[in-house]
C-alpha cells in the first residue's frame, strides 16, 4: 500500500464566473509519476497554482503530506518543487545565481548551497553555462534552468508544468531521463504535458481533464481499455480523442 503524498479536496476555481477547476478531487501517491494531460483551457495550470497555494481556490483544499497545505506551507513548502508554465526565472541574474536565489530560500547555505546549485544545473544540462545571465539564454535553455531552480532543496514532490515546450528532442530525453532517475531515488512527480509520448513514457498514472474535471484517469493500458478491447490497436492520443473530442495536439 502506497501513502497519499498529496490530495485535492473539492478544488473550485472560477473566473468572470466561469468555472475553470470544477470540484477536482485527485490524489497522488507517495512514489507515482502522476501524469496530466488536457488540452489548453482545461485547467492545469490552475490546478497545479492552487496545489503549491501560488492561486486561491474559491473553494476546497489541499492535502499534502496529511496536512492542509495553505495552513502549513512555512513548513511544508521545502517538500514540494514546482516547475511553473510560466517562467520564473530572472534574466539580469546569472544562471548559478538564480538557481541559488531559488534554492536558498529553503534555508540551504554554504557548502551545501554550493554543491546543490552545482547538482541542479548539471541534472539539466547548463553547467558549462553557469556563468551566462539568464537573458541570453535560448528558450529551451531558460526552460531548463527554470527546471534546475526548483530542484536545488530535494524536494519529495516535484510539480512540471509543461516543462518541455520549446526544447530540443535530445534535451526533451535527457531530462525525461533524469526526472525518471528522481523517481526512482523517490522522488514523487505530477506532470502536465501536451506530449502524450512523453506522458506514456514515463507516467505510472494518466488523468485526462477537460473543461475544470478529471474525466478519466488510470495506467495506459486502463484508459485504452475504456475505448476498447484490444488495445494494442489504439494510442493514447487516439483514447483522448475519443473521450474529449479534441485533438491534445492541435496548438
Ligand atoms: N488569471 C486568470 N484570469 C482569468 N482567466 C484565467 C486566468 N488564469 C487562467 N484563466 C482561464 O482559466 C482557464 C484554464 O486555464 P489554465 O491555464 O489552467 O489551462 P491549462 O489547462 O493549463 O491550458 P494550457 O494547456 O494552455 O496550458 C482558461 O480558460 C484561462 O483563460
Ligand atoms: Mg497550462
Redesign the pocket.
Known amino acids: 500500500m502506497m501513502d497519499t503524498i498529496l490530495k485535492t479536496i473539492d478544488l473550485t476555481?472560477k473566473?468572470?464566473n466561469?468555472t475553470?477547476?470544477d470540484n477536482l478531487n485527485i490524489e497522488i501517491k507517495e512514489g507515482e509519476v502522476f501524469g496530466l494531460l488536457?488540452?489548453?483551457?482545461?485547467?492545469?495550470?490552475?490546478?497545479?497554482?492552487m496545489i503549491c497555494n501560488l492561486?486561491k481556490p474559491d473553494f476546497g483544499s489541499v492535502e499534502f503530506m496529511g496536512k492542509d497545505y495553505a495552513k502549513n506551507k512555512k513548513k511544508l513548502s521545502r517538500n514540494l518543487g514546482y516547475i511553473p508554465?510560466n517562467l520564473a526565472i530572472h534574466g539580469s541574474l546569472k544562471a548559478w545565481e538564480n538557481v541559488e536565489l531559488f534554492t536558498s530560500l529553503y534555508g540551504i547555505k554554504g557548502e551545501q548551497l554550493k554543491e546543490r546549485i552545482d547538482e541542479s544545473l548539471e541534472y539539466v544540462g547548463l553547467s558549462e553555462r553557469r556563468n551566462d545571465y539568464a537573458k541570453t539564454f535560448s528558450g529551451g535553455m531558460k526552460r531548463r534552468l527554470n527546471i534546475a531552480c526548483a530542484i536545488g532543496h530535494h524536494p519529495k514532490l516535484l510539480i512540471f508544468?509543461?516543462p518541455t515546450v520549446g526544447i530540443d528532442p535530445q534535451s526533451r530525453n535527457f531530462i525525461l531521463e533524469k526526472i525518471k532517475e528522481s523517481n526512482k531515488n523517490g522522488t514523487t512527480v505530477i506532470y502536465?504535458s501536451?506530449y502524450m509520448e512523453e506522458v506514456e513514457a514515463i507516467c505510472t498514472r494518466i488523468a485526462i481533464?477537460d473543461n475544470?474535471k478529471v474525466i478519466a484517469s488510470g495506467t495506459s493500458e486502463q484508459l485504452k481499455k475504456l475505448v476498447t478491447d484490444d488495445i494494442s490497436e489504439i494510442t493514447l492520443e487516439e483514447v483522448f480523442l475519443t473521450l474529449t473530442g479534441k485533438k491534445l495536439r492541435d496548438?
Open positions: 476555481k473566473y468572470d466561469k475553470v477547476v488536457g488540452p489548453n483551457g482545461a485547467g492545469k495550470s490552475t490546478t497545479m497554482n492561486v508554465q508544468d509543461e502536465t501536451h481533464m475544470g496548438l
